[in-house]
């Protein structure tokens, strides 16, 4: 596959940003995403912390992902709305996760899984019925599916404080993705109706949970 330029230098900010990281604690920690520091006035983090990752294997399969799903977005849009696309669900992801963990000051989190996850999702609204193959299920399984099961593996995430990943941020992301898809290509509403609604259906139980007090 041929990565397109925007693809590439988006990965490559990753890259650097991330081993500079590795190497530097204190850059690490004034740039990471934390709720006590975003809340005293540094905003800036709720975008640097988008490009830290806490090892190779992190930034590895967030880029890796973005790898398989980066062209789909660029051959329907082009690459200066995939850029922004891929910025608003990092923004999106930051957003979510100041929300939610609001009152938790030494909340943090760091990766791009939340402006990754806005590109997957774009890519499922777009071509839906793509096969995707994953490592532990023999058959190809088709795009919308995986997207609908993965935000719902987010909510749990969520509400079982599951490991530590930024489920929040994958969470944002994906609306950030889905929203801005629609609102590039609004005829997808009327084109693909259902895929519109199933793949809005996640979003919907998230915030009816956590109006519900049960996120």
Do not use: C
């Not at 030494?106 to 899984?113: E, F, L, M």
């Not at 629609?182 to 949970?209: E, G, H, R, Y």
């Amino acid at each position: 596959m041929d990565l397109h330029l925007a693809t590439i230098l988006i990965i490559a900010a990753n890259v650097l940003v991330s081993l500079k990281g590795f190497s530097d604690d204190l850059f690490f920690e004034r740039y990471k995403f934390g709720i006590g520091a975003i809340q005293a006035g540094q905003k800036e983090r709720m975008v640097t912390s988008g490009f830290l990752h806490v090892d190779i294997t992190h930034l590895f399969f967030n880029m890796f992902t973005l790898y398989f799903f980066a062209d789909v977005v660029i051959n329907w849009f082009g690459p200066s709305k995939f850029v922004i696309i891929y910025f608003i669900s990092l923004i999106a992801g930051s957003l979510l996760a100041l929300f939610f963990h609001k009152q938790e000051p030494y909340y943090s989190a760091v990766g791009a899984s939340g402006a990754v996850t806005g590109i997957l999702y774009a890519a499922i609204l777009l071509q839906p019925n793509m096969q995707l193959g994953l490592m532990f299920i023999p058959i190809p399984v088709p795009a919308y599916i995986l997207g609908i099961g993965y935000l719902l593996y987010s909510i749990y995430g969520m509400k079982s404080r599951l490991g530590n990943i930024g489920h929040t941020a994958h969470f944002g992301g994906a609306i950030g993705g889905y929203a801005t898809t629609l609102l590039f290509k609004p005829d997808l509403i009327f084109s693909d109706t259902l895929m519109v609604i199933l793949l809005a259906l996640p979003i919907l139980i998230l915030f009816v949970l956590a109006k519900a007090g049960k996120i």
